[in-house]
């Protein structure tokens, strides 16, 4: 069972910057798997969950959505079990609740992803 810890967000301005941080870890002790796939999503108000971004095990697979492509980088410290969500230049649509997920499969869907973190406010003023 994996369990993961979100930490940053907040309120800023826009184009500001904002760095969410997920540390994993497992429930059970033993070491947590770098082989897990870890995913950030976002929902905004009103609208459904839907992924930001997507890194694969060795940090050389990335994916964004295109929304966010050029302004967020998504990485990873193995080393530390943790991913990262660098978010620059935000505008007011990318207000809404991040959260952090991992997976053993490189999916952007939602339902493929077990794990989840709990989830962390980020509200852009306009």
């Known amino acids: 069972q994996v369990q993961l810890l979100q930490s940053g967000g907040g309120l800023v301005q826009a184009g500001g910057s904002l760095r969410l941080s997920c540390a994993a870890s497992?429930?059970?002790?033993?070491?947590?798997?770098?082989?897990?796939?870890m995913g950030w999503f976002r929902q905004a108000p009103g609208k459904e969950r839907e992924i930001i971004a997507r890194?694969?095990?060795?940090?050389?697979?990335?994916d964004y959505r295109d929304s966010v492509k050029g302004r967020f980088t998504i990485s990873r410290d193995n080393a530390k079990n943790t991913v990262y969500l660098q978010m620059n230049s935000l505008k007011s649509e990318d207000t809404g609740v991040y959260y952090c997920?991992?997976?053993?499969?490189?999916?952007?869907?939602?339902?493929?992803?077990?794990?989840w973190g709990q989830g962390t406010q980020v509200t852009v003023s306009s």
């Open positions: 497992e429930v059970s002790g033993r070491t947590f798997s770098s082989s897990y796939v």
């Open positions: 890194i694969g095990p060795s940090g050389t697979n990335i």
């Open positions: 997920a991992a997976t053993t499969t490189y999916s952007s869907l939602k339902r493929d992803y077990p794990y």
